[in-house]
Structures are given as structure tokens and as C-alpha cells.
């Protein structure tokens, strides 16, 4: 009881066990270990700048068999091996919203920041970067430059906005593309602004995650809005100078679509709504 406040980040499953971080909570807030079935087993360290002491965690990667915690205030990365909740730190100076393994012993970093520019960095185990790279925008032009990343069954790797359109791209390697894939489906309808969803105008559709199984082809999660979207909305409010319709069901303001995809043709070979 007690464990949890609003807007939790949830880890991969890492040797049977699951770490919450609540970035949006009180600062104070140190990372919690849950068991395979949710039961909340312990906190993790305690506020401060020391060892095993965080001020501000963020995101939780799975790196191997271990747990690498991002604290975004102390710039740094602490590694634990569930359910051992102690580890060595390391400095890392980029926000590390997606983060893959290469070999190597490199990453490719998304550090998900408003801006224009290559939304991915190629970085060794330092976190130093080697190299930024990507599509980019317009000069002037700010946008969430945030993409998930999944590692293919070969050396390669793939990339997707979360918004705007359904867009794949596979990399041989960092900076080096090999292909893009765009999907059309009736359940994502494409856009180019964020819509301010009300009774009259449907939330815009986004991509919650994706990764590809052994044979290739991609699994995809993406949250639509439900064909009956204006029952999972409250009264509307004035919040930050604008009015906003604040989503109360989520069952009722959306749906949740999972496909299975053929990486070479953008095929359905299965769905789930």
C-alpha cells in the first residue's frame, strides 16, 4: 500500500522481477522492486547523490541480465542484477528514453528531447557520443525527436516514431540505413499536428512499442482511439491557457491494437484489437 504514485515507468521483466520509477512523483521517490506477479518486494536506495542513491530516476533498460536506472538529475546509470538492489554507477550524459545494445559494446540512444535534428545517437559504454543520426527537420522546426528502437534477429536494428505515421526503418548498422517500410492501416490515420481531442475530435493514434521475433517479422502495439472515444472523456477544464477534455476511461477513450507484421512486405499475418 502506498508503493505507487501517478505516472509510473515500468521495466522490462529482468530475471523474474519488474522496477518502477515515478519521474513525475516527488523527487525524493527511489526506484521499487516488484515480483513476477506485481507483489511490490522492496524500495530501492534512498534519496542523495552517493552510492546506491538517487535524486531524480527516470527509465529502467534491460541490459542483458541486468537493470541500468537512469537518474536524469545525476546524469548517471546505476547497474543491479535483480533482486540485488545495489550496483556499481556510471556518468551518462544523454537521456537514455530508448536505449539497444550493439556489438561492440556500443549503444544506439534515443534521448526522446524537443528539437530538430538526427533523433539517434550512436554512443559506446560510456554513454560519449560517436555519432548522431537519422531523419531530421526543417531548421526551426521543434518536435518530440523520440523513436523506439528494436534489435532485429541479425546484427541490424529497427526504428519507429512513436507519432505522425506507422514508419519502420532497419538499420545495417548506426548511420547506416538499409530501408524504410511505411504501414497503412484504417485504425492509424496519419497526421502532421497534434489534435486537442474533444467529444467532436478522436485522440491521435501512436505507437505504445514494438520488437521482432526470431523468424523477422515485427510485433506491433499501437493505442487508437475507441470508435466510442467521447464516453472516456470528462468535462472539459482550462489547463496551461487551453481547454482540455481530460481522459477518465481509459477503456472507453481507447483501444489497443497488436499485429504481427511481415518485416519484408508490411503484411498482416496477425491482429488483435
Not at 536505449?99 to 524537443?114: C, D, K, M, N, T
Not at 548506426?174 to 481531442?197: C, H, K
Request: glycine share 10%; no cysteine; proline share 12%.
Amino acid at each position: 500500500d502506498g508503493a505507487l504514485a501517478s505516472g509510473p515507468h515500468v521495466s522490462p521483466e529482468i530475471n523474474g522481477y519488474y522496477l518502477v520509477t515515478l519521474p513525475d512523483g516527488p523527487p525524493e521517490e527511489p526506484p521499487r522492486l516488484f515480483d513476477s506477479t506485481g507483489q511490490f518486494i522492496r524500495v530501492i536506495g534512498r534519496h542523495g547523490e552517493g552510492p546506491n542513491e538517487y535524486r531524480r530516476p527516470q527509465h529502467i533498460h534491460r541490459i542483458n541480465d541486468s537493470a541500468w536506472i537512469h537518474d536524469a538529475a545525476l546524469h548517471r546509470i546505476t547497474v543491479i542484477l535483480p533482486p540485488d538492489t545495489t550496483g556499481p554507477t556510471r556518468l551518462w550524459p544523454l537521456t537514455p528514453y530508448a536505449l539497444l545494445p550493439l556489438p561492440g559494446e556500443s549503444f544506439v540512444l534515443s534521448q526522446g528531447r524537443w528539437g530538430s535534428g538526427p533523433p539517434l545517437y550512436h554512443v559506446d559504454d560510456a554513454g560519449a557520443i560517436l555519432q548522431n543520426f537519422g531523419d531530421t527537420l526543417p531548421t526551426g522546426t521543434r518536435d518530440w525527436r523520440w523513436v523506439h528502437l528494436a534489435a532485429a534477429p541479425d546484427s541490424g536494428f529497427w526504428s519507429a516514431p512513436p507519432f505522425w505515421h506507422l514508419q519502420f526503418q532497419y538499420w545495417r548498422g548506426p548511420g547506416r540505413l538499409e530501408r524504410t517500410m511505411s504501414l497503412e492501416r484504417d485504425y492509424f490515420t496519419e497526421y502532421t499536428t497534434y489534435a486537442q481531442r474533444s467529444p467532436t475530435i478522436p485522440p491521435d493514434p501512436s505507437l505504445s512499442g514494438f520488437w521482432a521475433d526470431s523468424t523477422g517479422a515485427l510485433w506491433i502495439v499501437v493505442l487508437v482511439p475507441d470508435p466510442e472515444w467521447p464516453e472516456g472523456l470528462g468535462p472539459e477544464m482550462r489547463a496551461e491557457g487551453r481547454t482540455i477534455y481530460p481522459v477518465e476511461d481509459w477503456d472507453r477513450a481507447y483501444d489497443t491494437v497488436i499485429e504481427r507484421v511481415d518485416s519484408e512486405n508490411g503484411a498482416t499475418l496477425a491482429s488483435w484489437r
